[in-house]
């Protein structure tokens, strides 16, 4: 979903403005769930059964509340298991669907007619058709679940529309549900016999609108895409790589898994299939490439990963693009993370061997891998680093002293954040690739992941593209994510607010503050520090020559992210 701005000051002997994004009103249908590892949407709907807790051993699975709903394409639940746990691996869940509602079918276990038994946690499982039984995997029956990391809730999907042994099977319009810790003793939801009743709701599929093109032309787009393999130099995969870099037109992109291929090869590649701009490239670590249309003026290792600084003109942009290790190597994922975040916390007090200015806008994009401890990806949004004594101690990531935001691309035509779609795999599909940012010096627009077999063929033919281009080109989808630097640009303000604007922003030795016309003075005018220090007062300043701008004097400040307050509302710039 698209976030708007919001500006709150709070009170205090040392106010600070605290930045927040709060969700934009859906563009989707009311009652919609998304898998995107947020809950709010399930406010919408009752839980189905409510299970005690506190009855199972610490550690061990205690099914708590279940909820369910649907729309004509998907089953939707939300569950609740008491401890945190990953939902694919190394636990002994089962899920029982009676597609049917008779028990005369299916596998007889607490009292339905189970025609699916899914085991989480060995990712496969079991389906009953015409009175056989079958192996099933995850792409017969549409499974994705979320989060990909560990967790003591989950949300997860089914297709209504099955696949057992090769014969379509429909869900009906009722069936029972089931869920079980298949231990000895174990927990059951629900603890009696004959599971949960759910009843089909009519209501059609309702996906946010997403737009392939920039909202405007004056946007950054950037992408993240994992080649897989040096994909866009093999034969038969090239093209899909080419159509669809054809059709989102990127300004800056970081690659991963290149191997064989310099980065002259990859800037080679990008500008013949996107002529008309000079396009600039560099290469860190085994597979890190960053392409870009605006130069790359330093750069620095991280680990197998990279940090790069690009000129965008009137601001430099702080890109790190990562890769970070996969599957149970939470140890080694865990450290580069850490030192990731130790790289921006040094870069942001002044101590990084990089020169990167204060307020400097960064995005960390790329495979992140995170399908194991929960803890790597909260490293990585809110700079929480697990060895201080390699790293250095915590800090808030964002210039403002915040988290960093979550762009979070939903895959196009599914209902949920999935970045990684491999149907060969035992692995349903999951979100490996991030795109995170400082939001507090940037806003996002924009954000998707192309998934080709999720377009309409009016989309395909408008962008020219093909269904199988995304899985052809690799098993990561191509990530989008389009930002402005102008913090005032399509904000929910007061009509009031609207006419005041500052410029330059970053600012040198002058700031401008424009909304003011002949002599009219506002109630206050105070420039702040991030910690609500106050570094000067200009109430009373009037506007010069009857122009509507107000002149700030701000050399002498040094070089930082600071707040201008002009009465309730607030303003931040960057000093040079």
């Not at 009103?25 to 839980?47: C, M, N």
């Not at 599971?195 to 392939?212: K, N, Q, T």
């Not at 490996?432 to 940012?437: A, V």
């Not at 930002?483 to 929910?492: N, R, S, V, W």
Request: proline share 6%; net charge negative.
């Amino acid at each position: 979903m698209g976030k708007q701005l919001y500006f709150q000051i709070c009170a205090g002997l040392a106010s600070i403005l605290a930045i927040v994004f709060t969700n934009m009103p859906p563009a989707y249908g009311q009652g919609q769930v998304l898998l995107d590892e947020r809950f709010d949407d399930w406010i919408a709907f009752s839980p189905v059964y409510s299970d005690e807790t506190g009855n199972e051993s610490p550690g061990q699975i205690d099914f708590g509340r279940l909820w369910v709903t649907n729309d004509d394409r998907y089953l939707y639940m939300r569950i609740e298991l008491g401890t945190e746990m990953n939902f694919q691996s190394d636990n002994d869940l089962v899920l029982y669907v009676d597609i049917d509602n008779n028990t005369a079918t299916g596998f007889p276990t607490q009292g339905i007619g189970a025609d699916i038994r899914y085991f989480p946690g060995l990712r496969f499982g079991f389906g009953s058709v015409l009175g056989f039984e079958f192996e099933i995997r995850h792409p017969d029956i549409g499974l994705i679940s979320s989060p990909t990391v560990t967790a003591s809730e989950f949300e997860l999907l089914l297709a209504r529309d099955l696949e057992i042994n090769g014969v379509d099977v429909r869900m009906g319009d009722e069936i029972r549900i089931a869920w079980s810790n298949d231990l000895p003793g174990g927990d059951r939801l629900p603890e009696n016999p004959g599971g949960i009743i759910y009843e089909m709701a009519d209501r059609e599929i309702s996906l946010p609108g997403i737009a392939i093109d920039k909202k405007d032309v004056q946007d950054l787009r950037v992408i993240s895409w994992n080649a897989l393999q040096d994909g866009m130099f093999q034969p038969g995969r090239v093209a899909s790589f080419e159509r669809q870099l054809k059709a989102v037109q990127p300004d800056i992109i970081g690659f991963q898994e290149i191997y064989d291929h310099t980065a002259a090869e990859v800037r080679n590649f990008v500008a013949a299939n996107l002529p008309g701009d000079e396009w600039f490239a560099d290469h860190l670590g085994p597979d890190i490439f960053v392409v870009s249309k605006f130069p790359i003026i330093s750069r620095q290792a991280l680990f197998g990963n990279g940090a790069f600084l690009i000129d965008l003109g009137d601001r430099e942009l702080l890109f790190i693009v990562a890769h970070l290790p996969c599957c149970d190597n939470d140890v080694e994922r865990q450290a580069e993370a850490d030192q990731i975040m130790g790289f921006i916390r040094d870069v942001q007090d002044g101590s990084s061997a990089m020169d990167v200015s204060p307020g400097t806008p960064i995005i960390l994009a790329g495979d992140m891998n995170l399908v194991g401890l929960r803890k790597q990806q909260r490293t990585l949004i809110t700079g929480d680093i697990q060895n201080e004594n390699l790293y250095g101690p915590d800090f808030a990531p964002d210039w403002d002293g915040s988290e960093l935001e979550d762009a979070l691309p939903m895959a196009i035509g599914l209902p949920a954040a999935v970045t990684w779609i491999q149907p060969f795999s035992s692995f349903s599909p999951g979100r490996l690739d991030y795109i995170l940012y400082t939001g507090s010096v940037m806003q996002l627009k924009n954000t998707y992941g192309l998934n080709t077999a999720g377009m309409t063929s009016s989309q395909l033919s408008t962008y020219g593209l093909f269904d199988f281009d995304a899985f052809n080109a690799s098993d990561h989808l191509l990530c989008v994510a389009d930002f402005t630097f102008d913090l005032q640009t399509d904000l929910d303000r007061p009509s009031v607010a609207a006419s005041f604007s500052i410029f330059p922003n970053p600012a040198r030795d002058v700031l401008y503050l424009d909304g003011y016309p002949g002599t009219k003075k506002p109630e206050a005018i105070q420039v702040v520090d991030v910690t609500g220090r106050l570094m000067f007062d200009a109430t009373g300043s009037r506007a010069v020559d009857g122009s509507g701008h107000v002149k700030l004097d701000v050399s002498g400040l040094p070089p930082g992210f600071y707040i201008l307050r002009v009465g309730q509302f607030a303003f931040p710039f960057v000093k040079n």
